[in-house]
């Protein structure tokens, strides 16, 4: 069943920082990226594996198709995987610079970040960042500098909104886990922004970390003797490669779930909300950057975008399974009911 309404920042409009100059005319080709649309090989690094990266490998291929760039044709694009291991990242990273492709398009921050240390000089495309700044990608939103432009995402923000959430669904939630990934430093201020969250809502919040599938089960067991009553999931490529076995546990466990990307709702087995953005239009929306670039722009001079609408997805299975209610007040106002 398709719902639409809003649910405070869902239906807010955001500033594009690169709405203007991502339609203004193109600056004169720089001779460090200009390269024939003919000849067109572009890297990718991503932490995850390529499983979890198909419907947005898919949304950037379409982005890319509507500039021309056709895989197979006019488009090769050399596709490296870390398979959810941080320390593959950088020989993967290196790999990319010694095929000498224009564009290194990267899909989570510690993918960008080793890109980065890869190479000074190949322009470096991010799909998703959260706090691209504190992460040290780029000297400023308007003014990135250096070789790292890209699309940020705002889940440092989404705190507020994720503890609200699973308050209406949890009568008396007083204990809320956040589960983050100790290899992504982006994701200090997803756990900043959920600490603040619950300090105002008198919430206890419980940090748990997790850069493999074990510790992963680990953390759940340690949530549940914490006696932790809900789960944040920050956004993370490696928690989406392992969003199944999440999805299990908080089943298993009985607690309700909350992240910033719907592919953990639509999934099988379900989580039982996610409040965000969509990741994959910032996959095809890269697309825009790596044009610019193929024509000439210095990846410097192009502002870090951000989307402009969030939307809240439920799937009412994982309420049942879960055992709880989610109250009329919030299906109303949702984009998506999973029925």
Partial sequence: MERSGAFGLNRRT???TAAGLLMSPLAKPHSAYAQSPQTVRLGLLRLADRRSAERYLDALKEGLREYGYVEGKTLALEARYADGKVERLAPLAAELVRL????????DTPATLAARQATA??????????DPVGSGLVSSLAHPGGNTTGLSNIAGDLGSKHVELLAAVVPGLSQVAVLINPANPAHRSILNGARAACDHAGIISLP???DT????DGAFTSMVRNRAQAVIVALDSFFSQQRRQIAELALKYKIPTIAANAD???????????????IADHWRRAAAYCDKILKGAKPGDLPVEQSETLSLVISLPAARA???????????RADRVIK
């Fill in 14 to 16: 955001f500033v594009r």
């Fill in 100 to 107: 000498r492709v224009p564009i290194i398009i990267t899909t």
């Fill in 121 to 130: 000089t190949i322009a470096i495309v991010f799909t998703t960042a959260a």
């Fill in 208 to 210: 748990f970390e997790a």
């Fill in 213 to 216: 599938p074990s510790k992963i």
């Fill in 264 to 278: 953990y709702v639509e999934a099988e087995p379900p989580m039982l909300m996610s409040y965000g953005q969509d």
């Fill in 322 to 332: 879960l055992g709880v209610t989610v109250p009329y007040s919030i299906l109303v």
